[in-house]
């Protein structure tokens, strides 16, 4: 039997390169040697858009275009959003009962997100459970790992800590405690050199058209001490680099070398990574803008994967009432 992963995406926007580099790439990868559910986690994109709710279905349906044309195979993986299990909400309503105030409002994430999102509005109090919704979802499928960031690291551990709760207070044992899947994610950044971020507005989105990616290419910042072109540059300081590094590592070498020796200019350097970025964009681009017309084949993954969801959900809760003799 293959080992389970649940991992999610929340469809607050499109997704970028970032998404590619830090989950994505991960999760194509994984579902060739795990049974893997990927999970659109439309509820907790609505603990920060709900102003904005209606944005959340039309993100869950480009997102789930561009998981698919970037390679998740909806016949290996289950694909499913998660407000169309009932599930989640209902066993989320039973940790929230069973987990203590303090547990979630020392969570750093919290913490963190209240303060760097205040425009949103974002202290509220569905956020406070944010990871006991989180916990729900990664138990209800008895997943063995969670492909996480570094970031996720207090919630998939206040997971674990909510099924050891459930189990001391109810004395049976029903839950996995899942472990994380800390896979080395390449250091990546947007066009600024800050992390790729929507609302830094220095991404390459993952269906970006062609012009827009040999501008946004063109006005990345390189070596600033290469002022001519005869002076050497230093490509471990130079973001162009790093992509090329992602994108094209078996490039790298040579790359570095002629960077260092100013055998190559920026400005060529950047013309060969708009080449290969265009490569890399252009095929999964036109795949995506297929699906995008094909809503009812789209429609179809996300039910079936929905079904499938829904069997492995609906078999943990039964064993959650007979626990809880609830
Ligand atoms: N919190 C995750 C994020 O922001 C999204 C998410 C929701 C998730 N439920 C999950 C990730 C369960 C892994 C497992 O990226
Ligand atoms: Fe960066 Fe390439 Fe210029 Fe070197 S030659 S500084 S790697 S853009």
């Not at 994984?30 to 893997?36: D, E, G, I, S, T």
């Not at 439309?42 to 279905?57: P, V």
């Not at 913490?111 to 989180?134: C, H, M, R, S």
């Not at 138990?139 to 970031?151: N, Q, S, T």
Request: hydrophobic share 35%; glycine share 4%; with cysteine.
């Amino acid at each position: 039997m293959k080992k389970v992963i649940l991992s999610g995406m929340r469809p607050t926007g499109k997704l970028h390169l970032g998404h590619w580099v830090g989950a994505l790439s991960n999760w194509v990868e994984l579902q060739k040697n795990y049974k893997c559910f990927f999970m659109i986690a439309d509820w907790h994109a609505l603990m920060s858009e709900y102003k904005n709710a209606s944005s959340i279905k039309e993100n869950t349906f480009d997102n789930v275009c561009d998981w698919l044309s970037y390679g998740i195979d909806p016949e290996s993986s289950v694909i499913f959003s998660q407000s169309e299990v009932e599930e989640h909400l209902q066993l989320f309503m039973i940790f929230a009962s069973l987990t203590p105030l303090g547990w979630l409002s020392r969570c750093p994430t919290f913490k963190e997100q209240v303060k760097q999102l205040k425009e949103k509005d974002i202290n509220t109090y569905a956020f406070l459970g944010y990871p006991a919704l989180q916990a729900a979802d990664i138990v209800l499928y008895r997943a063995d790992f969670v492909p996480v960031g570094e970031d996720q690291i207090p919630h998939l551990e206040l997971c674990r800590e909510i099924a050891r709760r459930f189990h001391s207070i109810y004395k049976k044992d029903i839950f996995k405690e899942p472990q994380p899947l800390l896979t080395q994610i390449p250091r990546f950044m947007g066009l600024d050199g800050r992390k790729m971020s929507k609302s830094y507005n220095n991404y390459i989105s993952l269906d970006e058209e062609d012009s827009e990616l040999e501008r946004k290419i063109s006005e990345m910042f390189t070596d600033p001490q290469r002022k001519k072109r005869k002076d050497p540059g230093r490509p471990h300081l130079c973001n162009i680099f790093n992509y090329y590094s992602i994108f094209s590592p078996g490039e790298k070498e040579q790359v570095d070398r002629e960077c260092r020796n100013a055998a190559r200019g920026c400005t060529d350097c950047k013309k060969r990574l708009i080449q290969i970025m265009k490569e890399f964009v252009s095929p999964r681009r036109r795949k995506k803008k297929e699906l995008m017309r094909k809503k009812d084949y789209v429609a179809g993954i996300l039910q079936d994967g929905k079904n499938k969801a829904k069997e492995a959900a609906s078999s943990t809760m039964q064993r959650v009432r007979e626990a809880m003799k609830f």
